[in-house]
């Protein structure tokens, strides 16, 4: 059962590179204190998360799901799912706006606290 788990595993890395993407992300946020590090592991959590979504929804000989004829009989798998396409966006987006309101933040805090440093910013808060 575990050796059929991994031989899966080996013949999908997209799956492999998703993953380790996603723990090098966390790994960054949780081990830095400096704030733009952890917002660099949060960024590369989204893009694990992006990329996990693009190579799911990837569909071979797929047509778009657009119908022109009401006649002929509809087969749903020639058709690739709009939905993880619609969500890659969406994610892409927030990503973007995520990053941009995190930095200015981050900016915010190093002009009334003079430092990224998490530690340092705790103990001047105090």
Same mark, same amino acid.
């Given at each position: ?51 996990? %979504?693009?190579?799911?929804? #990837?569909?071979? @000989? !797929? ?5 022109? &004829?009401?006649? =002929? ?25 995520? %990053?941009?309101?995190?930095? #200015?933040?981050? @900016? !915010? ?5 003079? &430092?990224?440093? =998490? ?8």
């Amino acid at each position: 059962m575990m050796f059929e788990l991994i031989g899966g595993w080996l013949q999908r890395p997209n799956y492999i590179a998703f993953v380790l993407l996603f723990l090098w992300g966390i790994y960054i946020m949780v081990t830095r204190y400096n704030l733009v590090k952890k917002l660099i592991g949060m960024y590369l959590m989204q893009t694990s998360v992006i990329f996990f %979504l693009v190579t799911t929804s #990837a569909k071979r @000989d !797929a047509t778009v799901p657009i119908l022109l &004829s009401t006649t =002929e009989i509809i087969h749903p798998e020639v058709y690739a799912n709009p939905l993880p396409h619609v969500l890659t966006l969406t994610a892409i987006v927030v990503g973007v706006a995520t %990053l941009g309101v995190s930095l #200015a933040l981050a @900016d !915010a805090i190093y002009k009334k606290y003079g &430092s990224l440093d =998490e530690e340092e910013i705790l103990k001047r808060m105090e």
